[in-house]
């Protein structure tokens, strides 16, 4: 199947994903569009961060479908550098490379991976570490900067990956209060730029402003979903409204 | 542990958010004596007390003293500390490449290579260093015959084998255990950006586990230094052997303890400052990693 950009870009059909006996997900379909910011909130255990990871084919699915710019994502044959080239992942915990400089992190994936050259790999990661506003932390190690401007790193280190689609898994949950909202810019500019992001994120002012379509999951199930507006200020369903009274 | 001397630099300092550190004068008077330095001026007393009595006989005239002696054997007997040296180098590099390489295959995905390498380990880590040593001496021809030509396998070589062995397998669990120190965040950052196992391990994995590894890894030569007079008792001329020939040769019960004492000596000059400079990389490392 080829993939036009008139489908969806990632588009997930009854996902069913078990750890053992635990049923984490149960079914659960979403669609998103190209350019498109989704953020899917919920309690904790709700299978969040498990849904995330499988469109990345960090963890596998039981049954279900997941397709990424018409590539099954489950699929046993499935090539999965093919898939990572579409997909750019940031995590909770930045997992930079402690070893290497801010700008080696950049480099690392395009010069290895994709056996691109040095000398333009090391352009476009300079001008991505200018994107992500770190200019002057090149030479900087992971261990010498801030959560923050780890995160920002890890987001540029992605995007050097030239991807389509970017997930952020709630990254902005282990740092500072005052240096979510530097990453929260880069994420917003990003999405400014055109490109796919899905978020799960605690987040809720963030959600609000800058998700076309959000998504309240619980006990591994869609409860809810709509565009912002509705969702916050009209939630259907009891338990959406529950969560939303518990956090806004 | 908390020192009362310590003035609080910053308001709202409590005792309980420095960090934990053991200080020698909060130790008990006992456990303060005990350190390096007293027992480093220990063994050099108890050097010169059995020393000081060869000295103090300076025998018959005619007999030179055991300085003398230790001097004269002195450019024999380093010839055989540098076969030590060698050996011990030699076989620390044999086994540690052989040692990552099989510390890589224990944590393997598939079951039969991770199961086979971790007996392997076991198995060397658990035998007697001189009965391996004795094994590759027995087990391995004096030469090789390859297209005629013949490579001749002396015992020294043997013994550096030997004693790889142990290496290998003490370094094999070195890596197996910093591998699987290092947060899995690092192989799952590396898989999304599209690093294949190998890719991963070689460029992400394997260059952070050297902090890990080396205090342990250099602590290991040490002890395989010390080791390295076994291979006397297979017959080859190492210090330990050129000793006992040099005191044979004399043929004077005095110089016994001395030249031992001598030898003893080059050991811990040696070894010394490898496992000072380990505790200094410990230090180091187990701060932040």
């Given amino acids: 199947m080829t993939w036009t950009p008139q489908q969806p870009i990632v588009s997930l059909k009854d996902v069913h994903k078990s750890f053992g006996a635990v049923e984490v997900l149960r079914g659960i379909s979403l669609d998103v569009m190209k350019g498109e910011v989704v953020c899917i909130i919920g309690p904790s255990g709700s299978g969040k961060s498990t849904l995330i990871r499988c469109i990345n084919a960090l963890n596998d699915i039981q049954s279900g479908s997941i397709t990424v710019e018409g590539l099954e994502v489950n699929d046993p044959k499935l090539d999965k550098l093919a898939l990572r080239k579409k997909v750019g992942m940031v995590f909770q915990q930045y997992n930079l490379f402690p070893h290497k400089t801010a700008l080696q992190n950049v480099m690392m994936a395009p010069l290895k991976v994709l056996n691109q050259g040095r000398a333009e790999v090391e352009k476009r990661a300079r001008a991505l570490i200018a994107k992500v506003r770190l200019n002057g932390k090149e030479d900087a190690y992971p261990g010498e900067l801030s959560g923050g401007q780890q995160q920002r790193v890890a987001i540029a280190r992605s995007l050097a990956m030239n991807p389509d689609v970017m997930l952020f898994d709630e990254v902005t949950a282990a740092l500072d209060p005052e240096t979510v909202k530097e990453v929260l810019t880069t994420i917003k500019d990003l999405a400014a730029d055109g490109m796919t992001c899905i978020l799960v994120t605690h987040e809720m002012g963030f959600a609000r402003e800058i998700a076309d379509c959000i998504y309240f999951t619980d006990r591994g199930v869609i409860v809810e979903s709509g565009p912002p507006a509705t969702f916050f200020d009209n939630a259907q369903d009891p338990r959406t409204q529950q969560f939303l009274a518990q956090i806004l | ?289």
């Avoid at chain 2, 550190?21 to 001026?41: E, H, I, Y």
């Avoid at chain 2, 995905?109 to 391996?132: C, D, E, G, H, K």
């Avoid at chain 2, 050297?210 to 076994?230: D, E, G």
Wanted: charged residues 15%.
């Fill in chain 2, 1 to 289: 542990m908390y020192s009362p001397h310590l003035k609080p630099k910053v308001r709202g300092h409590m005792p309980v958010m420095l960090p934990m550190r053991l200080r020698a004068d909060g130790l008990p008077l006992a456990d303060r004596l005990f350190n390096l330095w007293t027992l480093t001026a220990l063994v050099l007393a108890l050097a010169a007390v059995l020393i000081g009595p060869a000295f103090a006989q300076l025998a018959t005239p005619d007999e030179r003293t055991i300085l003398t002696i230790l001097l004269e054997w002195t450019p024999t007997l380093a010839k055989g500390f540098g076969f030590n040296v060698l050996i011990s180098v030699l076989s620390m590099l044999i086994g540690t490449v052989m040692g990552v390489f099989l510390g890589v295959l224990q944590v393997s995905q598939i079951r039969l290579i991770r199961q086979s390498a971790w007996l392997v380990t076991q198995f060397f880590r658990n035998s007697p260093w001189l009965v391996l040593l004795f094994y590759c001496i027995l087990l391995i021809p004096f030469q090789f015959e390859i297209f005629g030509v013949k490579i001749p396998f002396p015992g020294w070589i043997k013994a550096v084998i030997g004693l790889s062995l142990p290496v290998m397998a003490y370094t094999s669990e070195f890596m197996r255990g910093a591998i699987l120190s290092i947060p899995t965040g690092q192989w799952e950052s590396a898989e999304s950006l599209g690093f294949s196992r190998r890719m991963t391990l070689t460029n992400i994995i394997l260059p952070q586990t050297v902090k890990r590894v080396l205090p342990s890894w250099m602590n290991l030569y040490a002890v395989l230094t010390m080791a390295t007079p076994l291979v006397s008792i297979i017959g080859v001329d190492d210090v330990m052997a050129l000793t006992r020939a040099a005191l044979s040769a004399e043929g004077r019960a005095d110089l016994l303890i001395p030249m031992y004492l001598y030898i003893l000596s080059w050991f811990f000059l040696y070894c010394y400052p490898i496992s000072s400079l380990t505790r200094v990389l410990e230090r180091k490392y187990s701060v932040k990693l």
